[in-house]
């Protein structure tokens, strides 16, 4: 199942996590530092970049050049006022690019560089997918990644545009409630039956910059997001800015110490709150506050209890009840309906949130889900539904469009036109088909109607070309396919022109349809949108039609009124069975042919998206390079320390190199140390591999003395034992044993010889070993002794172990029957004759 990189992401502002589907359920995937959680933060050197929990553990020494907040500037333009907003709170440059978007100014190499946020993202995903290929010891493809529920199209684009970057192919993008709802229905195995009255839990996930709630009916084996209710802009941030705000006061009235005025201590102060705001959610008791060295170098100090800090965020605490309110009034259900409140995320662990959850629902928060996996454990889940090599529980999953999409197009005779094509809440992903009469190519354009957080409305345009008059000058039918896909993405995915001949001409690609198109129409609900008059409609001229593909997971609308009155216009409800058969029997050729369509879209063209990859992947290379060059010199570093650690008086390889030689070595181990942090800083990976080369033909040398006078004495001691059992043979063989008994004389003689001569040989060894200094190579190598061993081995065991002959047994007299003949053959045992079944019966 591991080879399968079946994965999820979690993609937080704050954090990232990972859960991987696996044969025994969903596990979360640790990464490099042992941790489930991998910062989103993207730092940049001289040499390389420094991803994740490095990253932030050097965020306060580079902070110009560490990068984070991101996940709130994709999709957007400099001149956003969110943007503007968010600027306010990074301490890094960021500032607009030539087509209007945000470049983030950081140094790299040496050099100045800008970089958009859908490229820092891509970079942070970068890491994601080496920590999971790490772990699951394969190369990652196909994933889920989580994103708000109230992100739009922009912002959905750019992330795809992210991933597509750092080479993910991404399968879904995943509302974070509703990967939290599936992670909690798919275990459940007391859920209602699909006939039955469905139960209704609400999911309350706020995060770190973030409040989004989602009303879930769940049926066995079956979720339906009913409605959700956001604030975007609400979050544990808020917490922490108000509590830093809180000790700025407090610091510049006894301090007079500004942390606004320095970037640094207002950094290291909003950790510090962040850790308090933590032991505020366990503890209701007056918490102390201390930072050294906060500023001009002085140490700072201050206390907060949890009562000051739900004053000090009332206005926060507002903002999430009315949100909590929203989705009742979004999903029309009443507290009594809801069966049970889930929560999720960080923020949720503060006791005024739980009880908010407590007033506005009539329940109490539930945490049966773990609150910082969840999401990712729920896109893992949807990950491995829809990857074909993994077999998982059926569990159909629908989510919800949170805006109403609206569509606008130039009519055919000069008069705009636009309707409602998705309603707020509506089922995604989801296709409707529009049927347009049109002589000359068009354009249709997407806008969100209602409020969204997001300055522009504009979803995108589509210019439909290639639409020409028919031959007798009249309109053509076109259909043109809108989609909210799988992505949550609004589309226009395709555009058909839908052309009829007589049965006459047929040809290649071409469907029959009957003339009246009754079975095709009973699909479609017409409406009347260009304002034609009567005759045309009967006609069918400038009147558009919507249906609802008949697609997978996608219910088929029934025939609408307007449509019924069309057909009874057009004669086409006429019950009379005449008219029927002549109908039938008139048949017309149907030929569809796809029109292609010049989209405006938001998002990367693909052209920058290759641009950026090729950028991607000489970062990667850079980095690699890094890795290895710093893996290289740590590897000297930590070669001197430990051989000059080891020649110290007393230590293990002190008696095993001369005094002169450990002198000089040790004086070169300390040049090279020095060697190290001045002009050897930064070399190429290749000086740092040539010296531990060089340093290593003197190190290993006293290395190998030290161990082969370790192993020496057990070889020694080995042999000796070898030759003491053959002289026991012998003394076995003499008293008359009648183990060795079989062996002849010369064969006692010649392991008596080889015996003697080993003896002697052990005992020179021992002799010569003893009156060498330790620090000199030794006469006789332990691979020696083993060699002299086996050598001896092989001359006396043959002969001790030398197999007995078997005694031979004279033959018997006369043969049995049964016994072998000369010719090797059995005799056959004469069989006794055929017993009648009287007789059989009496015996």
Same mark, same amino acid.
């Given at each position: ?763 020179? !060894? ?9 620090? $000199? &190579? /030794? *006469?006789?190598?332990?691979? %020696?002794?083993?060699? +002299? ?30 016994? !072998? ?9 004469? $069989? &006794? /004759? *055929?017993?009648?079944?009287? %007789?059989?019966?009496? +015996?």
């Amino acid at each position: 199942m591991a080879a399968m990189s079946v994965i999820g992401i979690d993609f937080g502002n704050e954090s990232c996590y990972i859960a991987v589907a696996k044969a025994g359920g969903i596990e979360t995937i640790a990464n490099d530092y042992s941790l489930r959680g991998t910062p989103s933060c993207v730092a940049f050197s001289p040499k390389n970049r420094i991803l994740g929990v490095a990253a932030k553990n050097q965020m306060v020494t580079n902070m110009k050049n560490t990068v984070f907040g991101f996940k709130r500037l994709l999709g957007r333009k400099f001149s956003d006022p969110h943007v503007q907003k968010e600027l306010k709170h990074f301490p890094f440059k960021v500032e607009q690019r030539g087509d209007g978007g945000i470049g983030i100014r950081v140094n790299y190499l040496g050099e100045d560089n800008v970089f958009s946020p859908e490229q820092i993202t891509a970079m942070l995903f970068t890491k994601l997918k080496d920590i999971a290929a790490t772990a699951l010891q394969t190369q990652i493809n196909d994933c889920v990644i989580s994103v708000p529920s109230y992100y739009t199209n922009a912002e959905r684009m750019a992330l795809l545009d992210a991933a597509g970057i750092a080479g993910l192919n991404v399968l879904r993008l995943m509302n974070e409630t509703t990967a939290t709802a599936l992670t909690y229905g798919i275990y459940k195995q007391d859920l209602p039956a699909p006939e039955e009255k469905p139960r209704n839990v609400v999911f309350v996930d706020f995060g770190y910059s973030s409040l989004q709630v989602a009303a879930c009916a769940f049926n066995k084996g079956k979720l339906r997001v009913l409605a959700t209710a956001t604030d975007p802009y609400c979050g544990g941030r808020d917490i922490d800015m108000a509590l830093a705000e809180y000790f700025c006061q407090d610091f510049l009235t006894r301090f007079k110490l500004d942390p606004k005025k320095n970037q640094r201590a207002f950094l290291r102060l909003l950790q510090e709150v962040e850790k308090i705001k933590k032991q505020m959610s366990a503890n209701s008791t007056r918490l102390p506050l201390n930072i050294e060295c906060f500023m001009e170098e002085r140490d700072v100090s201050g206390e907060m209890q949890r009562s000051t800090m739900e004053q000090l965020c009332s206005e926060t605490f507002t903002r999430v009840e009315r949100t909590l309110r929203a989705i009742l009034h979004n999903a029309k259900l009443r507290p009594e309906d809801i069966n049970a409140v889930e929560v999720v995320g960080g923020s949720t662990r503060i006791p005024a949130v739980k009880s908010l959850i407590e007033q506005v629902f009539g329940k109490n928060a539930s945490t049966t889900l773990n609150q910082d996996e969840s999401v990712a454990r729920g896109a893992a889940l949807q990950c491995a539904m829809l990857s074909p090599a993994v077999r998982v529980r059926e569990f159909s999953v629908s989510d919800v469009q949170p805006y109403a999409v609206r569509l606008a197009w130039d009519a055919a005779r000069g008069e705009d036109g636009d309707m409602e094509v998705f309603p707020a809440f509506h089922a995604a992903p989801f296709s409707k088909m529009l049927t347009f009469y049109r002589k000359e190519p068009f354009s249709v354009s997407a806008y969100y109607s209602d409020q969204v957080p997001y300055p522009d409305n504009f979803i995108g345009q589509w210019n439909i070309r290639d639409v020409q008059p028919t031959a007798e000058g009249e309109s053509q039918k076109v259909k043109l396919k809108v989609r909210v896909n799988i992505h949550g993405i609004v589309t226009v995915a395709s555009a058909s022109l839908v052309e009829k001949k007589p049965d006459s001409s047929q040809t290649d690609n071409v469907d029959m349809e009957n003339v009246n198109e009754k079975e095709n129409r009973d699909q479609e609900a017409p409406m009347d949108t260009n304002g034609a008059s009567q005759e045309q409609q009967q006609n069918g001229p400038d009147n558009q039609e919507v249906r609802e593909d008949n697609m997978k997971g996608e219910p088929q609308e029934k025939q609408s009124w307007t449509q019924r009155v069309g057909q009874w216009f057009s004669g086409e409800g006429n019950d009379d069975k005449k008219d029927k058969s002549k109908d039938k029997s008139k048949k017309v050729l149907v030929k569809t042919i796809e029109l292609p369509i010049d989209a405006r879209t938001h998002g990367f063209s693909q052209q920058d998206v290759n641009a950026y990859m090729e950028q991607e992947g000489k970062m990667q290379a850079q980095d690699r390079q890094e890795k290895e060059r710093a893996d290289a010199r740590n590897a000297l570093e930590e070669y001197v320390y430990e051989l000059r650690g080891k020649l110290g008086a007393g230590e293990t390889l002190h008696d095993f190199v001369a005094e002169e030689q450990r002198h000089r070595l040790v004086a070169h181990l300390d040049a090279l140390e020095q060697w190290l942090y001045d002009e050897g800083e930064d070399q190429n990976r290749q000086v740092y591999s040539d010296k531990l080369s060089e340093l290593r033909t003197e190190g290993e040398p006293i290395k190998q003395r030290r161990l082969e006078f370790e192993l020496r004495p057990g070889a020694l001691d080995d042999f000796a034992l070898s030759i003491q059992l053959t002289n026991k043979a012998v003394d076995q063989f003499k008293a008359g044993d009648a183990k060795y008994a079989h062996l002849s004389e010369a064969d006692i003689q010649k392991v008596m010889e080889a015996s003697k001569n080993a003896l002697s040989w052990v005992e020179s !060894a021992r002799q010569a070993l003893a009156h060498t200094p330790r620090h $000199q &190579a /030794p *006469p006789h190598t332990t691979h %020696q002794i083993r060699q +002299e061993r086996q050598s001896f081995e092989s001359i006396v065991n043959p002969i001790l172990n030398k197999p007995k002959p078997k005694e031979k047994t004279p033959p018997p007299a006369s043969a049995a029957p049964g016994d !072998a003949q000369p010719d090797g053959q059995q005799q056959a045992p004469p $069989q &006794a /004759p *055929p017993q009648s079944h009287e %007789q059989m019966d009496v +015996e």
